[in-house]
């Protein structure tokens, strides 16, 4: 669907794919060491109207589709986060987001564009939903950035209850996305924030690249949640 040329594979999945089904594969030799030092430059050009990725998302059909985002729409998406100040060059970002969710090209490349960090969860399978290793992990290193699924949260929120334990207090930036935030929720999370961790509400379909709308959130404000 994506009608790509060139496969990058490695050696957990190079298997899945052979010259015949009409592109070529590169393997990329994860587990050596090799000094990069030495590889040449390569000029890479661009236009801003060119394809830049291709998130498959199933919304609310359920039957998955390839959604393709521009360089333009996903540079700009990046450049409004960066003038709202909700990425800074000192952050350190929580990559949590699965790569079959949009949100996890946020983390990795606004760490890069801004000249972050981004920490990377292990690859075991079910690191991004354990708790215990979650909390630890942004206590370790400080992050200052994380994206939360509601869900995610409210598993986090019980686990630091039964501790009677916060949040890191590193947190500056705390997401909601990718489902509905509640008011019970959201008081919620505010009570295991930091006085100074900003909450977000974010929204937005794959086609808009990421989010389209954001709201700080506060405690107790009388108008209902978008």
Same mark, same amino acid.
């Given at each position: 669907e994506t009608r790509a040329n060139v496969i990058l594979v490695h050696q957990a999945t190079d298997h899945l794919f052979s010259s015949d089904d009409g592109f070529a594969c590169i393997k990329l030799c994860i587990d050596e060491k090799e000094n990069i030092d030495s590889t040449p430059d390569?000029?890479?050009? %661009? +236009?801003?109207?060119?394809?830049?990725? /291709?998130?498959? =998302?199933?919304?609310?059909?359920?039957?998955?589709?390839?959604?393709?985002?521009?360089?333009?729409?996903?540079?700009?998406?990046?450049?409004?986060?960066?003038?709202?100040?909700?990425?800074q060059e000192n952050d350190i970002i929580l990559q949590i987001s699965q790569d079959?969710?949009?949100?996890?090209? %946020? +983390?990795?490349?606004?760490?890069?564009? /801004?000249?972050? =960090?981004?920490i990377l969860l292990r690859s075991s399978s079910g690191a991004h939903l354990n708790t215990a290793y979650l909390t630890e992990t942004m206590y370790r290193h400080q992050v200052t950035f994380t994206n939360l699924v509601p869900s995610l949260a409210i598993a986090l929120i019980d686990y630091l209850n039964r501790l009677k334990q916060l949040f890191s207090p590193s947190l500056r930036i705390v997401?909601? =996305?990718?489902?509905?935030?509640?008011?019970?929720?959201?008081?919620?999370l505010l009570a295991c924030l930091s006085p100074n961790t900003?909450?977000?509400?974010?929204?937005?379909?794959?086609?808009?690249?990421?989010?389209?709308?954001?709201?700080?959130?506060?405690?107790?404000?009388?108008s209902a949640m978008s």
């Open positions: 390569v000029m890479i050009t %661009q +236009e801003l109207a060119s394809l830049a990725f /291709v998130v498959f =998302t199933s919304g609310s059909t359920g039957t998955p589709k390839g959604v393709p985002i521009g360089h333009a729409n996903f540079a700009y998406y990046l450049a409004s986060m960066c003038h709202e100040n909700y990425i079959t969710f949009d949100a996890h090209l %946020q +983390e990795i490349l606004g760490a890069v564009l /801004v000249g972050g =960090t981004c997401i909601s =996305t990718g489902e509905p935030l509640s008011w019970t929720l959201a008081d919620d900003h909450l977000l509400n974010t929204y937005g379909v794959t086609e808009t690249t990421v989010d389209c709308t954001y709201r700080r959130v506060f405690e107790q404000e009388d």
